[in-house]
């Protein structure tokens, strides 16, 4: 079985998300989609959160799952069971990053390789950081994030106010 996972803190999982999981699904028979219990941020969601929001907006896709981890994205691949690191790549920003972490990773891990998507133009801009700030001062999130991660947000600032 071809299995990869994709590993990232998806606080909240936005469309640029979505995009990749869709994507990354019809080339694996098995996606995992990780979610970071990261220690070090203070997230607008909790990692039981973001997994349940993860679960509601890629029910329809049969062959995702979706997992919380901590400590090394190695680490968890290999529990799954799986060979490939999936990670997005939105613009030459990400890059630097992304190929610090995937040559880190290939020292630690040369059984593993990091296989990156390009994201779709429309979603290019879009961040969870720039959710997060344009939903803390009121604005629209249609465009960024499905209804369900939309009412989300909305009950979690209620809750903050
Ligand atoms: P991390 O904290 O690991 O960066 P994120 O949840 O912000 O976690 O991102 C996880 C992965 O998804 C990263 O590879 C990131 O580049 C990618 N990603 C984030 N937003 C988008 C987007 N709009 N389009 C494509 N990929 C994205």
Redesign the pocket.
């Known amino acids: 079985m071809r299995r990869a996972v994709y590993?990232?803190?998806?606080?909240p999982v936005?469309y640029?998300?979505l995009?990749?999981i869709t994507r990354a699904s019809e080339q694996f028979d098995e996606l995992i989609v990780g979610v970071?219990r990261n220690s070090s941020k203070t997230p607008l969601f909790s990692v039981n959160e973001r997994v349940k929001i993860l679960k509601e907006v890629t029910k329809k896709l049969g062959n995702v799952r979706i997992e919380s981890f901590e400590g090394l994205s190695v680490n968890f691949v290999r529990d799954c069971g799986a060979k490939v690191i999936v990670?997005?790549?939105?613009a030459i920003t990400?890059f630097e990053y992304?190929l610090q972490m995937a040559q880190t990773n290939r020292i630690m891990a040369p059984d593993i390789d990091t296989m990156f998507f390009v994201?779709g133009l429309e979603?290019?801009y879009?961040?969870?950081t720039t959710v997060k700030e344009v939903a803390s001062f009121g604005g629209d999130l249609e465009r960024f994030v499905p209804p369900y991660v939309l009412e989300e947000i909305r009950r979690k600032i209620g809750e903050k106010n």
Not at 7 to 11: A, L, R, V, W
Not at 87 to 90: A, F
């Open positions: 590993p990232g803190s998806f606080d936005t640029g998300h995009d990749i970071l990670r997005g790549l939105r990400d992304e994201t979603y290019a879009l961040s969870s």
